[in-house]
Structure formats: C-alpha cells, structure tokens
C-alpha cells in the first residue's frame, strides 16, 4: 500500500506517469512485440514474396531437396503416419475434450480463449489458401499427395494453435514445461513430415508458425484466460472465470 501511494505520489507529470505506466505494462508490451507483432510482420513479408514468386523463395527447392535426401522405407512410414496425426480434424478431439474439462471447472474465460484461439486459426488459414492459391510443390511424387492449395500450411498452423492453446492453460502450474518440451517437438516433427512428403514449401510451414502464434498470443491479450483463480489481495475477492472484468463490463454498458 505504502508502494503504491508513493507511485501515485510520485506522477504528477505526464513523464512520470508514462514512466510507471511502462514498469507496470512491460511484460505485456513486449509479448505483443515479440508474440504478435513480429510473428505477423514476416507472414506479411512471406505473403508478399510468395505472391510476387509463386516458385517459392531462393531457399525453398534447396531445404526440400536436403529433407528428400534422407528419404527410406522406415521414415515413409514415420511421415504418412504423422501426417494423419497431425491434420486439423485430428485436432478436434483433444480440443473438444479439454473444452468439456474447462466447462465442467467452469472456467469459461479459459473456454472462451480456447473456441475463439481455434476457430479463428481455422478460418485464418483456409481464407489465406483461397487468397494465395499457391500450388504444391512438385519436385517429386509425393507417397501421400495433397489436392488443396499450400500457404500457410494446415499442419503447421493446427501444431502451433494447439501447443500455443495448451501452453497458455498451464501457464500457472507445472505442467507448462511438459507442454513447451514436448509442445515443440510437436510441431518439428509435424513441419518434418510436410516437408519429407513433399507437400509443402518450407516457407509455407514459416508462414503456418507465425500467423498461428500470432493469432493465439493477441487473442490471449485480449481474452486473457486465467489458468488458476486469483489469490484475494487487501480484502478484495479473488478473480472468477465465470464472471466479467470491470473494464469489460464498462464497454459493455458503453455500446
């Protein structure tokens, strides 16, 4: 109390204010920086590039013919089996799943992020392949072709939606190191497959990474699903998922 009574004391001027304002607000500056801003920028470039190239870019053939290389029975196997476990119905499931847990505990603003993160990650990407209409690659005959249009991939951003969803729910308790370790090799190994089957540019997996992350990190600052309760400060009660912030309320009330 005794803090926060200096603070207000303290800004009295417009620099002092900004300066408490910026302390106060920089975690949250700089994930919209690093997590939507940045992400959003190189899909930007990428769309631009690819639609003025639809070839791909100068290091797309060469990483595809690299992945090919390595090409035997085993990992033809590993890819067409990871290229099921990974499309975007597969997704549904899981989802659907921890949507009924997140109801049940009555976390709906948790629930909320959850159905709007995935959604809009579907809707975001089919609108963007029925824009780009950039062709698959066709540098070999694929074991497991695909007839749909190729930027951004599928894959790609349906890994990255649900490990960034799921990271975002455990981001207060333990098991947030058991999503990101094993989160991340989901999405490699997703990316991997794509690009061993031929089905896909790597600038293509690119873009799936960022416009997906930067969907669900802006959602989240908007939405801002809590993973736990909050714990009561100076009397007040603790936070409920069940029930508006102020701010939200008042915008509310303001339309």
């Known amino acids: 109390m005794e803090k926060a009574k200096k603070i207000n004391q303290e800004s009295q001027s417009p620099l002092d204010f900004l300066k408490n304002l910026l302390i106060a607000r ?9 997590g939507v801003y940045l992400p959003l920028q190189a899909f930007e470039i990428l769309t631009v590039k690819i639609w003025q190239n639809q070839a ?7 990483i595809l013919l690299a992945v090919h290389s390595t090409v035997n029975p085993q990992l033809d196997v590993l890819a067409v089996t990871l290229a099921i476990i990974g499309l975007p119905w597969t997704a549904i499931p899981i ?30 990407n089919r609108t963007a392949k029925e824009l780009m209409h950039r062709v698959r690659p066709q540098l070999w005959l694929s074991i497991a072709p ?20 799921l990271l975002f ?11 990101l370790i094993f989160g991340s ?28 992350l930067g969907w669900t990190i802006g959602v989240s600052l908007i ?5 736990t309760k909050a714990e009561s400060v100076d009397g007040e009660p603790p936070k409920d998922e069940t029930t508006l912030l102020p701010e939200e309320r008042k915008l509310i009330t303001e339309e």
């Open 185 to 212: 090799l989901y999405v490699i190994v997703m990316a991997w497959c794509r690009l061993y089957l031929g089905v896909h540019f790597p600038s293509d997996i690119l873009a799936g990474w960022m416009v997906g």
């Open 26 to 34: 920089w975690r949250s500056l700089l994930l919209l920086l690093i």
């Open 169 to 179: 729910l455990t981001w207060a308790t333990p098991w947030r190191w058991l999503v």
């Open 56 to 62: 791909g870019l100068p290091w797309d053939v060469p």
């Open 223 to 227: 939405i801002k699903p809590y993973t």
């Open 146 to 165: 695909e007839s749909s249009f190729a930027f951004p991939s599928a894959h790609a951003m349906t890994s990255i939606t649900l490990v960034a969803i």
């Open 95 to 124: 989802l659907g799943a921890i949507a009924l847990i997140l109801l049940l505990q009555k976390r709906w603003r948790s629930l909320a992020y959850l159905l709007t993160a995935s959604a809009g990650s579907v809707i975001i």
